[in-house]
């Protein structure tokens, strides 16, 4: 049964980078036909989807954030990364990453909270 | 980028009762609209897909109907464990974006 785990520092300091990676475990990141998303929550607000990867490394970004983001793959490691620049406290959030299929978010992590603070 | 307003933003309802959300969208989606359940400090779980589709595992009392810009997801009879926040879901194009969350309270 495949699992996602979300991992990466709990605190980011204003317009540094904040870096997250998601373990894919109990199948390979490379076999199906997924995308590799990440998607995030501010405390007590909707969720806000950022962007994903497929495994052939094509990417799509939410233009709110395209300019910020940027999502990689590594198979040798059967992760994915989120990377985010120039953070501020608009961005303290649980980070969650998923697996999407036919367009449809149907396995995510657990989530992970990211606090931007100095 | 296609906005998804649901209605109402909470709701207070007795067991057995059944409870009715309903998601607009800004544009005709078809039918890609799916439907999530999420309870406190856990990640969402996807109950119904495109519109209708239950997904596997869900219970039967959880269905959905619509398409187009006009969506309802419907519990019937509601159980104590239904308490939650749900939210409806658009992949008919980028950026995929949720409604803002309806919360389900339990009396």
């Known amino acids: 049964q495949v699992q996602l785990q979300e991992s990466g520092p709990g605190l980011v300091k204003p317009s540094q980078t904040l870096s997250l990676t998601c373990t894919v475990s109990g199948g390979s990141i490379s076999s199906g036909s997924y995308y590799w998303s990440w998607i995030r929550q501010p405390a007590g607000k909707g969720l806000e989807w950022i962007g994903r990867i497929y495994t052939s490394g094509s990417t799509n970004y939410n233009p709110s954030l395209k300019s910020r983001v940027t999502i990689s793959v590594d198979t040798s490691k059967n992760q994915f990364s989120l990377k985010l620049s120039s953070v501020t406290a608009a961005d303290t959030a649980v980070y969650y990453c998923?697996?999407?299929?036919?367009?449809?978010?149907?396995?995510w992590g657990r989530g992970t909270l990211v606090t931007v603070s100095s | 980028e296609i906005v998804l307003t649901q209605s109402p933003d909470f709701q207070s309802v007795t067991p057995k009762e059944k409870v009715t959300i309903t998601c607009r969208a800004s544009?005709?989606?078809?039918?890609?609209l799916h439907w999530y359940q999420q309870k406190p400090d856990q990640s969402p779980k996807l109950l119904i897909k495109?519109?209708?589709q239950s997904f596997s595992g869900v219970p039967s009392r959880f269905s959905g109907s619509g398409s187009g810009t006009d969506f309802t997801l419907t519990i019937n009879s509601l159980e104590a464990e239904d308490a939650a926040t749900y939210y409806c879901h658009q992949s008919s194009s980028l950026p995929q974006t949720f409604g803002q969350g309806t919360k389900v309270e339990i009396k």
């Open positions: 495109y519109a209708s």
């Open positions: 544009q005709s989606i078809g039918s890609s």
């Open positions: 998923a697996r999407e299929a036919e367009d449809i978010v149907r396995l």
